[in-house]
């Protein structure tokens, strides 16, 4: 039943966000933008394990791989504005973003920032 509470949860705040845009797309992404999705993961993780240090963890893991979600949103929008039909313009920027992501996690493995 928990399990059920947080995938419904989770996606209630993609729902509201979605919704939002329709009117606003600032409003859309500020919703969007905010790290719910984040807050709830580190407080389930919490509340599930009560270890205060592997949420830090998570947090700081967190941290690091937000970096190369960015050029999500750098790439799409330029896409688009160079005449990129919209799903050519998505999927080359979540390519981009896998191999980001691949990037950071072998350069986070080869840092050691890993715990």
């Not at 205060?52 to 929008?77: E, G, K, M, Y």
């Not at 981009?96 to 691949?102: D, E, F, L, V």
């Amino acid at each position: 039943m928990y399990f059920v509470i947080k995938v419904f949860a989770s996606a209630l705040i993609i729902a509201i966000a979605s919704e939002l845009a329709k009117r606003s797309t600032i409003v859309g992404a500020l919703i969007a933008s905010l790290p719910l999705t984040s807050l709830l993961a580190i407080i389930w993780l919490y509340h599930e394990t009560g270890d205060a240090h592997r949420s830090a963890q998570l947090s700081t893991d967190i941290l690091w791989l937000v970096l190369p979600s960015l050029l999500l949103f750098v790439i799409l929008p330029l896409g688009i504005r160079k005449g990129l039909h919209f799903y050519a313009a998505l999927g080359i920027a979540v390519v981009c973003t896998i191999a980001a992501y691949s990037a950071m996690y072998l350069a986070i493995d080869r840092l050691g920032l890993k715990a």
